[in-house]
């Protein structure tokens, strides 16, 4: 007969087993989809470019030397290049802004919604997601169709009189503001709203009763109170913004480039494919660097509740 | 307790508030008057969805009138955002801001007034010592018990120096023990500060205890206005008389009138004299009211008599239903002694004597 100590470690070794078996999926999918892809750019980018694209077998760092220097064609020195620089920067920049101009126009949407009746939000939050139906393309198309020169913007201004040239708005940061602006929106305003809708409204009115006023209100009460939704909607919209490539392709033109136009670059005509995966790894790292910093900057305070 | 006449803090005007349009429009106040005294305690008691919250919320200016006027001390705060009113509110669930420490909180309304550093930290001091609540100035609002928010709540709304403190069902979240102790609590800053407190609260003990006068409210109107006293031994009306401790409620007709009391001659055919609400028309048939306490059981005849139906024993007093000749029902309370029983057993034929001064006349 077992002992019973054999039966408990029995029990034991089968409980480790199954937990694995019902663990598997799960692993396999995180090894799969994220970790894996991300050592094959890993490896690709200390690969020496081929001809035609794809990568040839032969341990290069010039991928990664690439990302700030350039290989003089003649003498094979490297010296320090900034065109790749200034892209990140402008990226950078950009997407900071997109981050500003949606928690702007954001918050007091997000304010608007929370602040209905229980019924009415679901239709103001339902209309906020529509955009999301219609294919990134085409909204941003549409865009273009607006602000073009012979577009409805310019149009409906000529016509007024109040212009008498078009404004030349298409191929700008500003038409690229306009464009990323609208696309990342609704990934401010949702996670704005969710925070707001938590509010107890009693501590807005306790905060007029204490002789705060609209502003102060806003400055002292709600904005730390919303603090959880202005870090997540931020993120939301500064990651994807840093890497996008659909608007700045149609909205920027080929001379206002940002770093997801970069990479495409390097993988299409370019046919770096190191370079466009040492690209894409130092994306990671500054969105990674940006976060870090972020949250700790954000998040010291106000960490208590949320 | 006579009626001094002093200054009034408050005085509402013939108040309206009108929720909802066309259809669905509810009056949460029906045309509302009071005048709140200088340095009273002033109770607002009522059932939920009585108005005394919307009366309240008016007066701390969360909400504005649809009609009338509220005057502090004489001038007109009706139209004036909560933020330009020298008023300020303890809420019912608090409302600290998880934000910010106990000392934080506290000192939010002396920052927005414009106040030096300096004396904002004196007077959060002050405070903090007035709620006994020194040690905890650094903490959470959420690292705190619900008595110390509760505390912590009170000495926010202070801390400016209101020339009114509204407090809007505060005890209610507190356990009984906790809100007896902040019972005598709320007294005793009421008094060490002289400010006036308008007090909301459903619970009617609680009022009884704590106010120096009442306003008892029942769907948008108030019903009555007096002292504790006056709000029980002489209820108005068959509300007040219900809302506030146990009643019995008689049938009578109205045989004479004179020098504020009436001659009431009730169904068993007995005369008692009566006091008359304020406000009572003449008719053949009113309502009058005794306390379970007035009234007293006798094996002999009484004013009343019937039979005992059911006895309840209480520890300090014993109920003893009684199911009148008149098919009514009466109830008696009886001080218990250590002898043993109340004297009376279930099916005994009894009479009831209504003491000189235990009956009221309703004017309803």
Redesign the interface.
Known sequence: MESAEQVAKDAERREIRDRWLLSAPALIIIFLAATGPLLIVVVYSFLTPGPYGDVVWKFSTDGWLSVLMQRDIFDDTLAFADAHLSIFWRSAKLSFMTTILTLLFGFPTAYFIATRPARQRDIWLFLITIPFWTNLLIRTFAIQEVIRNEGIANTVLIKLGIISQPIQMMFTDFALMVGMTYVYLPLMVLPLYASMEKI?F??V?????????RF?VLR??II??V?PGIIAGSILVFIPALGAYVTPRVLGGSKNMMLGNLIELQFGQGRNWPLGSALSLSLMAIVMVALLLYVRAVGR??G??G | MPEQPGRSAIEVRGVRKVFGTGESQVAALDTVSVSIRENEFFTLLGPSGCGKTTLLRLI???DFPSAGEILLHGQDIAPL???KRP???V?Q?Y?????MTVAENIG??LE??GKPKAEVKARVAEMLKLVKMEALSNR?T?QISGGQQQRVALA??LA?QPKVLLLDEPLSALDFKLRKEMQIELKRLQHETGITFIFVTHDQEEALTMSDRIAVMSSGKILQVGTPWDIYDKPAERFVADFIGETNFLTAAITGMGNGKARATLKSGATIDATVAEGFQPKDNATVVVRPEHAKLTSGKGDLSGTVENIVYFGTDTHIHVRLDSSETFTVRQQNTRSAGCGFERGDKVGISIGNDAAQVLRD
Not at chain 2, 95 to 99: I, R, Y
């Open positions: 107890d009693r501590l009115e306790a905060g007029y009763d204490l002789y705060a006023n102060q002292r009460v730390p109170l603090k305070r106000g208590a509740h | 701390a200016g969360f955002p909560p933020f008023v300020n509110t809420f669930n409302a600290l801001f998880p934000h939010f309304g927005m007034l959470r959420s926010r709304a400016p």
